[in-house]
Nanobody, 123 residues
Framework: QVQLVESGGGLVQAGGSLRLACATSGRTSRTYPMAWFRQTAGKEREFVATISRDGTWILYSDSVRGRFTISRVNTENTVYLHMNTLKLQDTAVYYC????????????????WGQGIQVTVSS
C-alpha cells in the first residue's frame, strides 16, 4: 500500500505564492507517475498537473499553465506543486495522487490519493 500526505497549504493573498508537497510512504521502492488535482465545493475534482516517473514528461491544465510548476525529488519520495501568481479561483482542496501505470490527466488512472489540503486565496 502507498500513503500520500500533502502539506504546505494555507491562506495567501491573490498574486502570492505557495508550495505544496506530497510525501509518499509505503511501497517507496517503486516510483509512480504523480499528479495534483483540486476540488471546490459543489464541483467535480479537476486535473491540475501530472509528472512522469522520471520527471521528464509533464502536463498542466490550461488554467494553471505558466503559473504552476510540478516537480519531484525521487530520492526524497516527494512531489511538489509550486504555485505562483495565485488567483481567487485557485481556492480549492488540493489532492496529490499516484498511478501504478501512467501519468495522465484522467482521475481514473490514479490508484492512491492523499487526504487533501486546503488552499485559500484571498483578495
Amino acid at each position: 500500500q502507498v500513503q500520500l500526505v500533502e502539506s504546505g497549504g494555507g491562506l495567501v493573498q491573490a498574486g502570492g505564492s505557495l508550495r505544496l508537497a506530497c510525501a509518499t510512504s509505503g511501497r517507496t521502492s517503486r516510483t509512480y507517475p504523480m499528479a495534483w488535482f483540486r476540488q471546490t465545493a459543489g464541483k467535480e475534482r479537476e486535473f491540475v498537473a501530472t509528472i512522469s516517473r522520471d520527471g521528464t514528461w509533464i502536463l498542466y491544465s490550461d488554467s494553471v499553465r505558466g503559473r504552476f510548476t510540478i516537480s519531484r525529488v525521487n530520492t526524497e519520495n516527494t512531489v511538489y506543486l509550486h504555485m505562483n501568481t495565485l488567483k481567487l479561483q485557485d481556492t480549492a482542496v488540493y489532492y496529490c495522487a499516484a498511478s501504478q501505470t501512467v501519468a495522465s490527466r484522467l482521475e481514473d488512472e490514479y490508484d492512491y490519493w492523499g487526504q487533501g489540503i486546503q488552499v485559500t486565496v484571498s483578495s
